[in-house]
């Protein structure tokens, strides 16, 4: 019965109510008494704040509070503590929140936002991150050297615009050049763009006379959020609630905190009247953060027979105007920052880099969907330069059993294989077949290739727990505090606890609110780790309930507990199956027919630490960072327009060790939306400033994300099952993969088929046909 739930396509149960609108987000809450919040936002990308006139704000009826800057002198930062609540003394980048407003509409609260008057002085800007690292470059955190940061793991440079400094050494890299038969340097980048989740960041926060604060939010971490405000405000973390219910999307954009601060603090300003703030577009886009941008240059030494000898890397990450989270972005894109290749020499400085944008944090791949783009079109590059097919070139220098990863972390059989990924991608896109056709007209068609790695960026002692109980009924309850805000997990997570309670699904009730005064820690719902972390937890949890249940039912049935055997939800004595008890006998007690009980309420538990992780070194980034890695290749076929620079994806496989499938359409299913998404950041997606650091493209109407319109013709999806040691029956993580890699693959496929190498991102029509112009003259 059990034995075929680990690996089903089960529908999500969280399905009928977000297709009926039945689910409740926050925004759709309502509490007696709200107040409704706005924001007046910065005109400019760095300015000294001169004056602040609220007077006309405060009288327009219905304004219960008006904050700016000077009332608030809290910091808040996951990694980096280096944002404000609201802009104070001076504005770091075009659309900062200057001033808030609470009130009893929202129409009140637009009218007294728009009669704050701040007077400004404009300062020089700096949009460039290279711009930012020159000697002198304005300094967008004057105060960088007063901050406080995680110590030991990160490393800002004082009076500079380097958040934080990142170091990789392996072997000696000048004596691997000088080996090398080729050496080829090239430089990319990747622009800043937006995760566009369906919903946008909304809070509601309640700042109670007692001192207590309760807040919903559509957050995807809420033990963070409640962390980081405890620490920023000085509040106990037991004052501080925190709910999250449905969320509608996220990608990384809604981890660490962000409105909730501003809420809470407008809720105890205005009376102790929960307040309301719910982003709207333009304040996702201008306000809220987006990804990091990356400027690479990768220098590779090759030798004449195809194997990698030396590796230069200089990553210099666009944080933006505020690093608390980009600070990690650079860590991460530095251990994992070579790709899945065995290479004895390499150096990697990744530097995260203040400028007066909108800030980064967290997206999809956590950094590498940026740095494979350098890394996998530099690979086709160096293949080129010995005249060595790609495939082969990769096969010769990609990990494998035995290997040694950039920061010493010796590859072993439960790893995965990147080897078996790239295979069978290769396989199923016909490598080393011409396309059918090659050209037809202006159009013209070539296959590109590309592999990828990422393991979950966390700190060593991230932690996960959780708890089953039951009910009368002997259905049970399952809760963790990992966040579904799309990915699937609860239904994953359910099938997990189903299997080793022993019980049929439709028995296993996952409790979807998240809520810190109720349910079990979780660090952060990020970094594809949750169906790994949870899932442990889950099976100890379990392991923990059947135990109690055991223990309970050998004493009602007279035998040793080790004579006992569950499953479909009965406990029974393993020789004589007859001898049985169902589990609502026993998980609330068992009572015998004289009326003496025995036992009690049935709650397991179970909690896991991330294990064998370490510090990475400071000066050499050696260490183990990664509880598992997820390899994934692939491979695509375009269609390329000569006249008008217009790519269309004609095929893209893709294949991934996910270690063991949970749940195969949720699998499948996060490949497609995950390579949609990829395509996204290939073919449109952009931040565009003016010359002052002003974002032109706010909205959906100027920014462009793909539509049904846009999905390839064909889609593959490989799932290889090389099982984890530590993962739940050997699982690993597969949420943010899928998007990593896309970008150079088509790159890749344009250059086979035209010709063109093209190192800046999107790879627009536009910027197409200009690269095609410039090789027909």
């Not at 000696?172 to 038969?181: A, I």
């Not at 990384?252 to 962000?258: D, E, L, T, V, W």
């Not at 409105?259 to 407008?266: G, R, S």
């Not at 920052?337 to 203040?354: C, F, H, Q, R, W």
């Amino acid at each position: 019965m059990n034995d075929d739930l680990i690996g089903a396509s089960i529908p999500r149960i969280d399905g009928i109510e977000k297709v009926t609108g039945s689910a409740v987000y926050a925004a759709d809450m309502k509490m007696p008494g709200m107040l409704y919040a706005k924001m007046l936002l910065s005109p400019h990308a760095h300015a000294t704040i001169v004056g602040v006139n609220v007077e006309r704000a405060r009288k327009v009826p219905g304004v219960r509070a008006v904050l700016v800057g000077k009332d608030l002198p809290y910091r808040i930062g996951l990694y980096m503590v280096d944002k404000p609540v609201l802009a104070d003394r001076k504005v770091r980048y075009h659309g900062e929140p200057v001033a808030a407003v609470a009130a009893t509409s929202e129409e009140a609260a637009t009218e007294a936002i728009d009669l704050i008057e701040v007077e400004y002085e404009p300062l020089e800007a700096v949009t460039d991150a290279r711009e930012a690292l020159k000697p002198d470059a304005p300094l967008v955190h004057e105060d960088l050297h007063e901050y406080k940061y995680v110590k030991g793991v990160f490393f800002p440079v004082p009076h500079t615009n380097i958040a934080n400094h990142f170091k990789l050494r392996k072997g000696d890299v000048e004596e691997g050049f000088r080996r090398s038969y080729r050496i080829i340097e090239n430089q990319f980048y990747a622009p800043q763009v937006q995760h566009v989740p369906l919903e946008t960041h909304a809070t509601i926060a309640h700042w109670k006379p007692s001192g207590s604060i309760e807040i919903w939010t559509s957050a995807q971490s809420p033990f963070a959020v409640r962390n980081l405000l405890s620490v920023a405000l000085g509040i106990s973390h037991s004052r501080i609630r925190v709910v999250v219910l449905y969320v509608g999307g996220a990608f990384g954009g809604k981890a660490g905190i962000h409105l909730e601060p501003l809420v809470a603090l407008l809720s105890k300003s205005s009376g102790f009247k929960p307040v309301k703030l719910v982003a709207t577009r333009h304040e996702e886009f201008k306000t809220l953060p987006c990804r990091q941008g990356l400027h690479a240059r990768i220098k590779t030494g090759v030798s004449k027979s195809g194997r990698i000898i030396a590796e230069e890397i200089e990553y210099v990450w666009d944080a933006g105007a505020y690093a608390d989270y980009g600070v990690n972005i650079g860590r991460a894109s530095g251990y994992s920052g070579a790709g899945p290749y065995d290479i004895e020499n390499v150096k990697i400085d990744s530097l995260t880099v203040y400028t007066n944008k909108p800030f980064g944090t967290a997206y999809r791949g956590f950094g590498h969907v940026e740095l494979f783009w350098a890394v996998e079109s530099q690979m086709d590059i160096a293949a080129a330069s010995i005249d060595m097919d790609p495939v082969e070139f990769r096969m010769k220098n990609l990990l494998a059993p035995g290997s040694m990863t950039i920061t010493g972390e010796k590859v072993t059989s439960h790893t995965g294989s990147v080897k078996k990924c790239l295979k069978q991608v290769a396989n199923e896109i016909g490598w080393g077949k011409q396309s059918s056709p090659k050209s037809a007209g202006r159009r013209v068609r070539g296959k590109g290739i590309a592999v990828l790695h990422k393991a979950p960026a966390m700190p060593p002692n991230t932690a996960s727990s959780a708890i089953i109980k039951f009910n009368e009924d002997a259905t049970a309850d399952v809760i963790v505090s990992g966040v579904d805000y799309g990915q699937g997990t609860a239904t994953s997570l359910s099938q997990i606890a189903a299997y080793a309670l022993r019980l049929p699904f439709d028995r296993i009730h996952f409790v979807w609110a998240k809520d810190t005064d109720r349910c079990p820690y979780d660090w952060q719902t990020v970094a594809s780790r949750l169906t790994v972390m949870a899932g442990i937890c889950i099976m100890r949890a379990a392991e923990d309930a059947i135990d109690q249940i055991k223990s309970t039912a050998a004493r009602a049935l007279g035998v040793e507990k080790h004579q006992l055997e569950v499953e479909n939800g009965k406990v029974f004595v393993a020789s004589d199956p007859s001898r049985m008890l169902d589990y609502k006998d026993v998980v609330m007690g068992y009572m015998f027919p004289s009326g003496n009980s025995i036992g009690g309420p049935v709650i397991g538990r179970g909690s896991y630490v991330a294990e064998g992780l370490t510090n990475l070194d400071p000066e050499t980034g050696q260490g183990l960072p990664a509880l598992n890695w997820t390899y994934g290749a692939h491979g695509v076929e375009v269609e390329v327009d000569l006249e008008t620079g217009d790519i269309e994806i004609i095929k893209i496989v893709s294949a991934f060790d996910v270690g063991r499938v949970i749940n195969e359409d949720l699998c499948r299913g996060q490949v497609r939306g995950g390579v949609v998404q990829g395509l996204g950041t290939t073919l449109i997606e952009q931040y565009l400033y003016d010359g002052e650091g002003h974002l032109l493209n706010d909205s959906l109407t100027d920014y462009k994300i793909p539509t049904s319109k846009d999905i390839p013709r064909e889609m593959v999806q490989i799932l290889i099952e090389t099982p984890h040691d530590k993962g739940p029956f050997g699982a690993r993580g597969i949420a943010e993969h899928p998007m990593i890699s896309v970008p150079s693959a088509v790159a890749n496929a344009l250059f086979n088929a035209t010709g063109v190498r093209i190192r800046d991102l999107p790879l627009n029509p536009e910027r197409v046909c200009l690269a095609l112009r410039q090789r027909t003259k």
